[in-house]
């Protein structure tokens, strides 16, 4: 059975570098400095966050399950969030060992990469996942996804897409942290609860948004997203060394539950 545990973290995208510590849940300078002078995006995955569950007692996944998104959408930048929202709900899907689940957001991750223009490799990635989720091969689907990750991760670069590998990392932060605030609410720890503390990574995903084309950048959605990321900043801001108490960490889960609303619904133009 698949586990996401503290010996490891499944990537969101390939081999985007993880620089957040669990046990201080912020970005140390010095990984700070290093990454932003490289091309990498040091952005904490899913995986990291949910790892930082692992406590006792058991996390409802199935409970961070949310409804189905449209895969309708024409706007490129709110397609790269909600693919980056997406491929957490995958991870979600897998801890909580739920074969439907799984496919259901297999086809839909398919469904989002195609309208970016992604490899047609993915199709064949995505029959793939649908076989393993089936036969419940949770290690081996594991695998397929992180292969699926880094099918999106190539192809975008191939493609001179780096801004959209940009905000789908970002799109998976947000979703991810939804869902870890809402698992702390329910079943507080406050080691867990430490995680949240990451003001300087906030910090650098501004850093990272103000580096995208200025076309992608004056997108209303891409302009809003980076407008509440400075309330978040405030929000987990906390005391080196202090938990975030629950309501607190409520506080958190609502603004960045505010913004995977506007990422699965603002109307933009086409």
Same mark, same amino acid.
């Given at each position: /059975?698949?586990?996401?545990?503290?010996?490891?973290?499944?990537?969101?995208?390939?081999?985007?570098?993880?620089?957040?510590?669990?046990?201080?849940?912020?970005?140390?300078?010095? =990984?700070?400095?290093?990454?932003?002078?490289?091309?990498?995006?040091? *952005?904490?995955? &899913?995986? $990291?966050?949910?790892?930082?569950?692992?406590?006792?007692?058991?996390?409802?996944? !199935?409970? =961070?399950?949310?409804?189905? /998104?449209?895969?309708?959408?024409?706007?490129? !930048?709110?397609?790269?969030?909600? #693919?980056?929202? %997406?491929? !957490?709900? @995958?991870?979600?899907?897998?801890?909580?060992?739920?074969? =439907?689940?799984?496919?259901?957001?297999?086809?839909?991750?398919?469904?989002?990469?195609?309208?970016?223009?992604?490899?047609?490799?993915?199709?064949?990635?995505?029959?793939?996942?649908?076989?393993?989720?089936?036969?419940?091969?949770?290690?081996?689907? +594991? $695998?397929?996804?992180?292969?699926?990750?880094?099918?999106?991760?190539?192809? /975008? +670069?191939?493609?001179?897409?780096?801004?959209?590998? *940009? #905000?789908?990392? %970002? @799109?998976?932060?947000?979703?991810?942290?939804?869902?870890?605030? !809402?698992?702390?609410? =329910?079943?507080?720890?406050?080691?867990?609860?430490?995680? %949240?503390?990451?003001?300087?990574?906030?910090?650098?995903?501004?850093?990272?948004?103000?580096? *995208?084309?200025?076309?992608?950048?004056?997108? &209303? %959605?891409?302009?809003?997203?980076?407008?509440?990321?400075?309330?978040?900043?405030?929000?987990?801001?906390? &005391?080196?060394?202090?938990?975030?108490?629950?309501? $607190?960490?409520?506080?958190?889960?609502?603004?960045?539950?505010?913004?995977?609303?506007?990422?699965?619904?603002?109307?933009?133009?086409?």
């Amino acid at each position: /059975m698949i586990r996401l545990t503290r010996l490891g973290v499944i990537a969101l995208i390939g081999s985007i570098s993880a620089a957040v510590g669990a046990e201080t849940g912020r970005l140390a300078a010095d =990984q700070l400095a290093k990454a932003t002078k490289s091309d990498s995006i040091s *952005i904490p995955t &899913p995986g $990291e966050l949910f790892a930082a569950l692992e406590k006792p007692g058991k996390t409802n996944w !199935a409970g =961070q399950y949310r409804g189905p /998104m449209p895969a309708t959408y024409r706007n490129r !930048a709110q397609i790269a969030l909600n #693919l980056g929202g %997406l491929i !957490a709900d @995958g991870f979600i899907a897998v801890e909580a060992k739920d074969s =439907q689940q799984v496919k259901n957001i297999g086809s839909d991750i398919v469904k989002l990469s195609k309208a970016l223009g992604v490899s047609e490799k993915l199709l064949t990635r995505g029959n793939s996942i649908n076989d393993f989720a089936e036969n419940n091969e949770w290690d081996t689907l +594991q $695998e397929e996804l992180e292969a699926t990750q880094n099918e999106v991760k190539s192809s /975008m +670069q191939s493609h001179s897409d780096q801004d959209l590998v *940009i #905000l789908v990392t %970002l @799109g998976g932060w947000i979703r991810g942290t939804q869902v870890v605030t !809402a698992a702390i609410m =329910q079943n507080y720890d406050e080691r867990s609860a430490k995680v %949240l503390r990451q003001p300087a990574l906030v910090q650098f995903m501004q850093s990272k948004i103000n580096e *995208i084309s200025p076309e992608l950048r004056g997108e &209303p %959605l891409v302009k809003d997203v980076s407008e509440q990321l400075n309330g978040i900043e405030k929000l987990v801001s906390f &005391p080196a060394g202090k938990a975030p108490n629950v309501d $607190e960490v409520r506080k958190v889960n609502q603004a960045v539950g505010k913004v995977m609303e506007e990422i699965e619904s603002k109307e933009v133009p086409k």
